[in-house]
């Protein structure tokens, strides 16, 4: 199974700021991207930011951008806003079974 | 508006047996896979379990497989999850989660998740 590895751990910025993710799988993620991103507040399920490496859910701010390809992929926070603080985790859907990402816990300061 | 309530979780022994439902509605149930996926308290996601659309193509998780078993009726709108020879490991919360098409029953991002049920197996 595809290994994601997402990186740093934790991410302390100040509102406004720009925050950008990394994550990094084990073997390429076929060539229609199936990278997701997910946001997960404490205490609430996880919810749909970013599929198909670019692609925002719906409702979710232009704030929120994907990127990358092959196994390398990053989510970008532009202005990063108080309601940002949570955990965000990338997912593959390309080979089964799915994975998830360890996560990367985004602090507002 | 996609809702997805979970129930049927609580604490049961190690080697006991419990069942987990998920009733969805917003959504027209019937044309979409659904998926479970857990989150053991304080760490990552793992999927566990798919259905497509008629229940024709089912797939689990390694860790699961044997031991757990999905299902749906689609003229419940509702989602199940049998779980047998529950283990010490499988603590988590369950979240049963919607697929983005009828037949993405074994890869697939989640595009609508419900709160989650707590599974706590322990003696």
């Known amino acids: 199974e595809i290994v994601l590895t997402q990186s740093p751990g934790t991410l302390s910025l100040s509102p406004g700021e720009r925050a950008t993710l990394s994550c990094r799988a084990s073997?390429?993620?076929?060539?229609?991207?199936?990278l997701a991103w997910y946001q997960q507040k404490r205490g609430q399920a996880p919810r749909l930011l970013i599929y198909?490496?670019?692609s925002r859910a719906t409702g979710i701010p232009i704030r929120f951008s994907g990127g990358g390809s092959g196994t390398d992929f990053t989510l970008a926070i532009a202005r990063l806003e108080p309601e940002d603080s949570a955990v965000y985790y990338c997912?593959?859907?390309?080979?089964?079974?799915?994975?998830f990402g360890q996560g990367t816990k985004v602090e507002i300061k | 508006e996609v809702q997805l309530v979970e129930s049927g979780g609580g604490l049961v022994q190690p080697g006991r047996s419990l069942r987990l439902s998920c009733t969805a509605s917003?959504?027209?149930?019937?044309?979409?896979?659904m998926h479970w996926v857990r989150q053991a308290p304080g760490k990552g996601l793992e999927w566990v379990s798919g259905?497509?659309?008629?229940?024709?193509?089912?797939g689990y998780a390694d860790s699961v497989k044997g031991r757990f078993s999905i299902a749906r009726d689609n003229a419940k709108d509702s989602l199940y999850l049998e779980m047998n020879s529950l283990r010490t490991e499988d603590t988590a919360f369950y979240y049963c989660?919607?697929?983005?098409?009828?037949?993405?029953?074994?890869?697939?991002?989640?595009?609508?998740w419900g709160q989650g049920t707590l599974v706590t197996v322990s003696s």
């Open positions: 989660a919607k697929g983005p098409y009828a037949s993405s029953w074994s890869t697939s991002r989640f595009d609508s």
């Open positions: 917003g959504f027209t149930f019937g044309d979409y896979a």
């Open positions: 259905i497509s659309w008629n229940s024709d193509d089912i």
């Open positions: 073997q390429k993620v076929n060539s229609s991207n199936y």
């Open positions: 198909g490496e670019s």
């Open positions: 997912q593959q859907y390309s080979s089964s079974p799915g994975t």
